[in-house]
């Protein structure tokens, strides 16, 4: 089966644009003060720009999905399709709820984006948003109980990554700020917001693994496993796993060495070098977490190996 690379393309813009806006916001809640929010990452335009980005690929990605189960090709717009699509599927009713989620999340974060309270609802919104991808992949193809938990899986797996993705843009934006516009108040609270996120890593790490297996008992099953390497499908979640490792190896290295590291070297007045190691190593982290997506929005194309016993 042909690769649908468009359609590939738009779903993995959808987890970045997604993820980003939901983990930013939930970053800037638990990682910044009320004060540091717009001058620390001038957040605003990156919860707006995310909104209005999201809005722009789902309605792309209706149409892509409604070419793709009518059979045809995607333009001229099958406005019947579509149509058909939104009132006769959950997958409808999902693209409906996340429409409007992201209209909220835009229009608060341009009204208030730096305040706790309409920040939270902000990152509510962009949550909802993220959840709703679920329905466009293989967490709403089972049934019954086992749907329920595969559902579930799948959503708490998706925010989870989320909020590591829109962490590592967060802290990225923090340690990659122009050096004339850093200071020691700046120095401090990146080492604070660094310091914050390696407790809070370790929830989204747990929910990751966990969630993980789950979706791979349902999606794999454990009769198929030395049989990964052999198919399409195998070779990108052992490419995913492999990644996610590398991940999980830095994301220790910044909070076990280099945050420490950096916090002495701020007190010696001597941060350059350590700043520079940390810049590299979130750089790589992000990169890994960015190709992850990529190989997600493809693997949600594939037929897993449970579904063909």
């Not at 959808?14 to 800037?28: D, N």
């Not at 792309?60 to 070419?67: D, E, G, M, S, V």
Request: charge should be positive; charged fraction near 10%.
């Amino acid at each position: 089966m042909e690769a649908d690379w468009p359609l590939i393309a738009v779903r993995f813009a959808l987890y970045v644009t997604l993820s980003g806006l939901f983990g930013l916001s939930a970053f800037s809640l638990y990682g910044l003060k009320a004060g540091e929010r717009t001058d620390a990452i001038t957040l605003r335009p990156w919860l707006v720009g995310s909104g209005l980005l999201g809005l722009l690929l789902s309605a792309i990605a209706l149409a892509l999905l409604a070419a793709a189960m009518a059979g045809a090709p995607p333009w001229p717009i099958d406005r019947e399709a579509i149509g058909m699509l939104l009132t006769g599927s959950a997958t409808g009713a999902a693209w409906e709820t996340r429409m409007v989620a992201l209209v909220v999340a835009s229009i608060i974060a341009l009204i208030a984006a730096g305040r706790a309270a309409p920040l939270g609802t902000v990152a509510l919104a962009a949550g909802i948003a993220l959840a709703t991808l679920a329905w466009t992949g293989h967490g709403a193809m089972d049934e019954n109980a086992t749907g329920w938990v595969h559902l579930v899986a799948d959503i708490l797996h998706l925010l989870a990554a989320g909020a590591w993705v829109g962490a590592l843009l967060g802290l990225t934006l923090l340690v990659a700020r122009a050096p004339s516009r850093v200071d020691a108040t700046h120095l401090r609270l990146s080492h604070r917001a660094l310091h914050g996120f390696g407790m809070v890593g370790t929830i989204v790490v747990g929910t990751i693994v966990v969630t993980g297996l789950v979706n791979g008992w349902l999606l794999v099953g454990a009769g198929n496993l030395l049989n990964l390497p052999s198919t399409r499908y195998g070779q990108l979640l052992l490419a995913k796993l492999a990644l996610f490792g590398v991940m999980l190896g830095l994301a220790s290295l910044n909070r076990f060495r280099l945050t420490p590291a950096f916090e002495r070297s701020i007190a010696a007045a001597d941060y350059r070098a350590a700043l520079g190691t940390l810049r590299r190593s979130l750089a790589v982290e992000a990169a890994c977490a960015i190709t992850i997506l990529a190989l997600v929005a493809w693997l949600g194309t594939l037929e897993p190996p449970a579904s063909a016993m």
